[in-house]
């Protein structure tokens, strides 16, 4: 192999320049230039693909290196309006105007910085090891006639490669060969899409040798291809093999990234490597989300840098007209310009700036800090960890996969959910059929039976009678079991019909060729869920290979007779959201042609042939009626071909499959000719049920004021009956229908105009808008007006969504308490959610579980994903990630609204601190004639923040909680506040603000009055610093004991981070002013303190200052809790007298009504924690869940963190607790 013993390139992929100079007069003539539309590889040739220079296939996700690591970090951190201002302030504390030492500012400062970049280094360090990890791991590559276990960074385009059993594809290969005797191989693609059924892959029958390293050195190939593009399920390309041109398609493509299955080893070309492969060049970042309340704060920030600007000029000004010669006891230093009598505008400028760099404390540096820590503490140990969230089938926990918007979740005011495997479960059965005009199957649907609730019709939910159910299969009919249908009117309909389910589909049978052990891997549950019908019909697809499907017949000939029979597959018309339909084109052992194809009825019956009205009508009045009882259906017919024109048509197809530019469109035209005059066989029905508990979550999120929007791909029946069934709407609902199945429109589409339907369509979604809009106007004037609830297709619904409509909608919409969006795309579900997120500026969450539903949720406020039956692109997509529906009103009224409040508090309460310490500095700058002399001394104010206030107020932002977990759910009206925003209005930061101002006067006018007549042991009056000191003292009680007032919850963790705080305090100033350091501004604080607690002065003020001070905030906090309280308040005086038992939530059932997993729930639920009263909160260990879990005699998995404890501890199986129902009072 010249090509790859010449050629000498490291993992960047960048060629040897000695290497390209020795070469100019090799192969030249082969290698040509790069079109821009596609790209050329020689496989097997290093030296030919050197010149086009293709990038390595090394990848880096880190952000930073060594070098970028700091400037870059730190211009990250410098975004941040306030850590730019306090460098800004750092650099004025370091210059003559400055009053205060450059420590003051910069220690914060730099804390704040250490802190925010370690914790960058540390995610990017483990960037770092991952890549490291997979760019250093080995493969099989070809060289010398040999496989040489090669570094993956070290791959270059064109490389032959082995990847075996299990190993996952270090690039995007074009699959050669496989151990596989048909060419074929077994791919699963978890890690691109989350979904772990199969998918097969074939290569070119004319590489099928190329298996031994032998044969694989004679390859030399070229592959001509489209560029490195994201589209992880296209592919164009063709490879020139020997002058013959093999069209190439996604079933030749191995992505990076997917694993081998059920395939001893693979041989492969490389196609894409490193950042140019698909999985890489589809790791966009999520879109960035800033929480709505984070945003407000910046608007604070504002607000506090205007009171800053005010409060220095206002100095500014003062010393300016206080500066004057005939204060010459003073002794200006006239050799400063600061205090140069002469010049008073200069000493009004140069004060401004000294103040700037007195008063910086009142802009809270550690604010963005803590709650940083706070949120990321409330979702990784309280959210993730909730067992309430916990989806004990699937073993799937809650996943928050970003801590920045967790208070967003509690101002939620409208959800965007998909239907299927979002409210429905996506777990397919197949329930009912037509066949040739006949109903069968009996089951009542669970749509059906909440539909004869609300009517109040009585029906028999007994669903199945005779046999057992399989998974996937519901149906109960025995004219059609066993054989039976061969006494039905229309037997041979009903052998298409099952032929058709056991034949078109790409269905990969796994296990024993036998009914009882098989396992069908498929595409989607709906297509397993027919093939297993087609199997308990005695139509069993047992076996594939690339050309073939092998299906196990039974009573076709005579009853009783089971006969194997291989159907050759020539063609597979894929299905895909455009077609909305799947062809399949095969050929019967005594070689009749025939095209089977399943896909939605609008799409079919454009398609069938003249003749068979009778069939039809029938047919589409099933399908209604399947759709009235919110089933999924699909229609099912096929064709007989003629052998000269399969063939003359295949030539097009093979043509089509060939193109390297718009194949899938030829491919699209080309279907459309063989997939006419079809012959209808009859249609299925699927029932996807409701996930457990989606009814009385929908109804619990409705109480709490938010409103659920339902946007579906579904026919409008069927969503409508979901709908009903789910509780979203009733019949005391007024409904407005805006639909384009019309007699009016079906006019317009037969004169086959497009440009006069939608003229007419924009003109009566117009008109319909505005009658809606009015009488929706008119309901809304009731003094009992009902509930308005709003059902629009797709066609409509792209018309309203014109900018000359788009306010109409949004003005009716938003009146109405459920909306609901039938046969919708995925680009409308985006487009809606953001109608409503930026016209009616409102806080928007979306949830789904498919790929579908992606850009829906990241174009909502908060995205939620659900971990369900789709894939994981939802999940990975998302902002959190839940296995349920229901499990919103958890993530939502619990967490969310106790995030809410939290954050809130902690945000309002930084503000007030701060502008209480810094108000008592303002005040003292009257009484120093505008001089900018400094009250507390640079170490105190350095450390406010940082230390002696800072552990109490993330203890409240962890730990607060108004009323328990149990209470949120159970008065769901209280999430209302969190949509009104209660907590963080202006009125309540003036509020705060106000009692900053009073405070601050009280600790300063109060301690400076009561220290006029104070004197020491020595009998000498109190000066600056001791009057400073005693004032430093009673604001950090103060401000510490003002938090308690504040708290709902009242643990041990309270108490400790309080009394630690001010003890704190003690201990350095008691360090601090006993010793002697070199700085000589500390000689101004030596032993004060000591001075200070030998006086009785000291002890009366520290009791009575801080009672003063907060005197007013108590009078206040008790008339506003008795006059005007918040809804909160009134339930926890309504529950005042009952224990709090959110955490032990099964302790309202028996203990004989415990399932196996609620008791084990049960007892991880008692691990050690902290209760308080009646809305204390306690927090499990979750390092120690199965060590206490064992000690009570229960099973949980064991983690890492356990090992050594229960290695010191012998286990004593204990039997649980009998939980005891709490007494109320």
């Not at 460098?87 to 730099?110: E, F, G, Y």
Request: glycine share 6%; charged share 20%; with cysteine.
């Amino acid at each position: 192999m010249a090509g790859w013993r010449g050629s000498r390139r490291g993992g960047d992929g960048a060629p040897s320049h000695d290497r390209i100079a020795s070469s100019q007069t090799v192969r030249l003539g082969k290698v040509q230039p790069q079109a821009p539309g596609h790209r050329t590889v020689f496989c097997n040739d290093r030296e030919a693909n050197s010149l086009a220079k293709y990038k390595g296939n090394s990848v880096s996700t880190t952000k930073y290196d060594v070098f970028t690591f700091l400037p870059k970090g730190l211009f990250e951190q410098f975004r941040r309006v306030a850590n730019l201002y306090f460098l800004m302030i750092s650099i004025l504390s370091c210059t003559p105007v400055s009053p205060v030492s450059p420590i003051t500012n910069v220690l914060p400062l730099s804390l704040v910085l250490l802190v925010s970049l370690v914790k960058e280094a540390w995610e990017d360090w483990k960037r770092f090891q991952n890549d490291m990890s997979i760019n250093n791991s080995n493969v099989e590559v070809l060289q010398d006639w040999n496989w040489v276990p090669t570094p993956w960074k070290k791959l270059q385009v064109g490389d032959i490669i082995r990847v075996n059993q299990d190993g996952f594809f270090p690039a995007d290969l074009m699959f050669l060969a496989s151990t596989n005797p048909d060419g074929v191989c077994y791919v699963e693609t978890a890690n691109l899409d989350g979904e772990t059924n199969l998918k097969i892959r074939k290569a070119p029958e004319r590489t099928w040798d190329f298996v031994s390293p032998h044969k694989a050195s004679e390859f030399k190939g070229e592959v001509q291809c489209e560029q490195p593009n994201n589209s992880l399920y296209t592919f164009t390309g063709n490879l020139i093999i020997d002058k013959q041109i093999l069209p190439l398609s996604p079933n030749q493509l191995l992505l990076r990234g997917c694993s081998l299955r059920n395939t001893e080893y693979i041989v492969g070309a490389v196609i894409f490597t490193g950042h140019e492969t698909k999985v890489m060049m589809n790791s966009m970042k999520i879109p960035s989300k800033r929480s709505t309340l984070e945003k407000k704060l910046d608007k604070l920030i504002l607000a506090l840098f205007t009171v800053l600007f005010c409060m220095c000029l206002l100095g500014s000004i003062g010393s300016g007209v206080f500066i004057n010669s005939k204060y010459y006891y003073l002794r200006f230093d006239t050799s400063e310009a600061q205090f140069d009598p002469d010049h008073r505008f200069v000493v009004a400028i140069l004060t401004f700036f000294t103040l700037i760099t007195l008063y910086s404390p009142i802009i809270p540096i550690s604010l963005y800090v803590s709650v940083e820590m706070i949120k990321f503490i409330q979702s990784t140990q309280f959210i993730n960890n909730d067992l309430r969230m916990y989806h004990a089938e699937s073993n799937t926990p809650a996943l928050a996969r970003t801590s920045n918007l967790n208070e967003e979740l509690g101002q939620v005011e409208y959800i965007f959910s998909d239907k299927t495997g979002t409210l429905t479960r996506n777990l397919m059965e197949f329930f009912k059929c037509s066949i040739g005009g006949e109903v069968y199957g009996t089951g009542v649907s669970e749509t059906e039976i909440g539909t004869a609730q609300r009517t109040g019709v009585k029906v028999d939910a007994q669903k199945r009678s005779s046999a057992a159910s399989e998974k996937g299969f519901n149906f109960d009919d025995a004219r059609l079991m066993r054989g039976a249908w061969r006494n039905e009117p229309n037997p041979d309909c009903c052998k298409e019909f099952f032929r058709c389910l056991a034949i078109c589909h790409t269905v990969l049978p796994e296990g024993d060729e036998s009914p009882e052990r098989i396992r069908y891997q498929a595409a989607s549950p709906d297509e397993a869920a027919l093939v297993v019908a087609a199997k308990n019909f005695g139509f069993f697809f047992y076996r594939r290979t690339p050309t073939t499907i092998y299906v196990r017949e039974s009573h076709v000939d005579k009853m009783g007779k089971v006969q194997d029979v291989p159907y050759e597959i020539l063609n597979v018309l894929e299905f895909n959201s455009t077609r909305k339909r799947q062809s399949v084109v095969c050929r019967y052992p005594d070689g009749r042609l025939v095209l089977y194809c399943k896909g939605a009825d609008t799409v079919i019956y454009e398609r069938l042939a003249d003749g068979n009205p009778d069939l039809k009508r029938m047919s589409r009045e099933h399908l209604e009626q399947f759709g009235a009882s919110g089933l999924r259906t699909l229609c099912l017919a096929y064709k007989n071909l003629k052998p000269d024109v399969y063939e003359s048509w295949n030539e097009k197809y093979i043509h089509a499959k060939s193109a390297l530019r718009d194949r899938e469109k030829k491919l699209d035209e080309v279907a459309e000719q063989i997939e006419k005059d079809l012959i209808l066989i009859g249609c299925t029905a699927i029932e996807d049920k409701l996930q457990d508990g989606v009814p009385a979550c929908i109804e619990t999120l409705s109480r709490a004021g938010i409103k659920i929007w339902v946007l579906t791909g579904d026919k409008m029946e069927t969503a409508i009956n979901i709908a009903y069934a789910c509780k979203l709407i009733n019949n005391g609902m007024k409904q407005f229908v805006i639909s384009s199945e019309t007699e009016a429109i079906r006019e317009v589409e037969d004169k086959g105009d497009q440009i006069e339907l939608a003229r007419y369509m924009k003109e009566v979604v117009k008109n319909e808008l505005k009658s809606c809009h009015e009488e929706a106007q008119k309901f809304l004037h009731m003094d009992s007006a009902p509930k308005l609830a709003l059902i629009i297709d797709g066609k409509c619904l792209m018309y309203a969504l014109d900018p000359s409509l788009r306010g109409m909608l949004l003005n009716f919409s938003l009146n109405c308490t459920a909306v609901v969006c039938c046969r919708v795309s995925p680009l409308q579900k985006a487009q809606v959610t953001s109608l409503v997120k930026k016209g009616a500026n409102k806080i928007t969450l979306s949830i789904g579980d498919g790929a579908n539903d992606v850009s829906m949720i990241q174009a909502a406020h908060v995205g939620v994903g659900i971990s369900g039956q789709e894939g994981m692109q939802a999940v990975m997509a998302s902002d959190f990630a839940i296995a349920q529906f229901r499990f919103l009103t958890d993530l939502l009224l619990v967490h969310g609204r106790w995030s809410y409040h939290r954050i809130c508090k902690v945000v309002t309460y930084f503000f007030y601190k701060n502008l209480t310490f810094t108000l008592t500095q303002f005040w003292f700058t009257f009484e120093t004639g505008f001089s900018g002399q400094r009250l507390y001394d640079d170490w105190f104010q350095s450390l406010y923040n940082v230390i002696f206030t800072a552990l109490p107020v993330i203890i409240i932002g962890l730990f607060d909680k108004d009323v328990s977990a149990n209470l949120s759910k159970k008065y769901p009206e209280l999430y209302k506040e969190g949509i009104r925003n209660a907590f963080f209005r202006w009125r309540v930061v003036a509020t705060w603000a106000f009692f900053a101002i009073y405070q601050s006067l009280v600790l300063y006018y109060f301690v400076v009055a009561s220290s006029k007549r104070a004197i020491n042991s020595s009998g000498k009056l109190f000066g600056l610093w001791d009057v400073s000191t005693m004032a430093f003292t009673c604001v950090v009680v103060t401000v510490n004991l003002r938090l308690l007032m504040m708290c709902n919850t009242l643990t041990r963790w309270h108490h400790i981070s309080v009394g630690g705080s001010i003890l704190f305090w003690f201990i350095f100033v008691f360090i601090y002013s006993g010793i002697v350091l070199p700085n000589k501004e500390q000689e101004n604080i030596y032993f004060v303190i000591y001075v200070l607690m030998s006086t009785i002065y000291f002890y009366l003020t520290l009791i009575l200052v801080p009672v003063a001070a907060l005197f007013c905030d108590f009078l206040y906090m008790g008339a506003q809790r008795w006059f005007f309280p918040y809804d909160y308040q009134i339930v926890q005086e309504i529950h005042r007298h009952e224990a709090d038992t959110s955490r032990i939530g099964l302790l309202e059932v028996g203990q004989s009504q415990l399932t196996p997993d609620e008791v084990r729930s049960y007892a991880i639920m008692q691990l050690p924690g902290e209760k308080s009263r009646h809305t204390g909160f306690a927090f499990d260990s979750p390092g120690y869940e199965s060590f206490f879990a064992s000690q009570a005699g229960v099973f949980v998995p064991q983690k890492a963190w356990d090992v050594a404890r229960r290695a010191s501890m012998r286990s004593k199986p204990k039997t649980p607790r009998t939980p005891r129902t709490p007494q109320r009072n």
